[in-house]
T-cell receptor, first 109, second 114 residues
Framework: DAKTTQPNSMESNEEEPVHLPCNHS???????IHWYRQLPSQGPEYVIH???SNVNNRMASLAIAEDRKSSTLILHRATLRDAAVYYC??????????FGQGTTLQVKP | ETGVTQSPTHLIKTRGQQVTLRCSSQ?????VSWYQQALGQGPQFIFQ???????GRGNFPPRFSGLQFPNYSSELNVNALELDDSALYLC?????????????FGPGTRLTVL
């Protein structure tokens, strides 16, 4: 199962953009990249996923490098409610999610 | 709100006992996965069910077992509880077993083993 690598923690100021990086150098051509986040005392929450092209939804944008070995989750305007652990994941072909430590995002007012 | 519910929310058991945790999936979701999350760690995959059949298993002993019912709700059973089984147990459902499908997590069941 391919692993992903993320920084342990990041800080942001409220209402500023946040760029959360992820390396997935062993990804194969048909592997999707998923991002989930986990707020305190809650189950993980789906954020966004993509294959090759950049993706946007109401929560975030996902920028995938041309060689697909890295991606960046972009929160356009961080709010205090965005403080969470963000996980970059590559599901196995059966859909199993392998969670690492993720990136703990702190948002300062 | 993901539409995935789990019961109970909290549970306290003693070593050697058995426990059953339940998960109701979002409508139309035929695939359910169970995860164990120890304090301060990311969730660890236990197993997955697709249309009532086990469809993948993580590195957990056989005393962790499961069921999926025709309505796609699911149970996780743990026998002979150990202290290390204390964790948050999460279920996640999705509309099909494909890896591209987003997964919807429930709020979890917090199990404490004394």
């Amino acid at each position: 199962d391919a692993k992903t690598t993320q920084p342990n923690s990041m800080e942001s100021n409220e209402e500023e953009p946040v760029h959360l990086p992820c390396n997935h150098s062993t990804i194969s051509g048909t592997d999707y990249i998923h991002w989930y986040r986990q707020l305190p005392s809650q189950g993980p929450e789906y954020v966004i996923h993509g294959l090759t092209s950049n993706v946007n939804n109401r929560m975030a944008s996902l920028a995938i490098a041309e060689d697909r070995k890295s991606s960046t989750l972009i929160l356009h305007r961080a709010t205090l409610r965005d403080a969470a652990v963000y996980y970059c994941l590559k599901p196995s072909n059966t859909g199993k999610l392998i969670f690492g430590q993720g990136t703990t995002l702190q948002v300062k007012p | 709100e993901t539409g995935v519910t789990q019961s109970p929310t909290h549970l306290i058991k003693t070593r050697g006992q058995q426990v059953t945790l339940r998960c109701s999936s979002q409508s139309g979701h035929n695939t359910v996965s169970w995860y164990q999350q120890a304090l301060g760690q990311g969730p660890q995959f236990i197993f997955q069910y697709y249309r009532e059949e086990e469809n993948g298993r993580g590195n957990f002993p056989p005393r962790f077992s499961g069921l999926q019912f025709p309505n796609y709700s699911s149970e996780l059973n743990v026998n002979a509880l150990e202290l290390d089984d204390s964790a948050l147990y999460l279920c996640a459902t999705r509309r099909d077993r494909g890896s591209y499908n987003e997964q919807f997590f429930g709020p979890g069941t917090r199990l404490t083993v004394l």
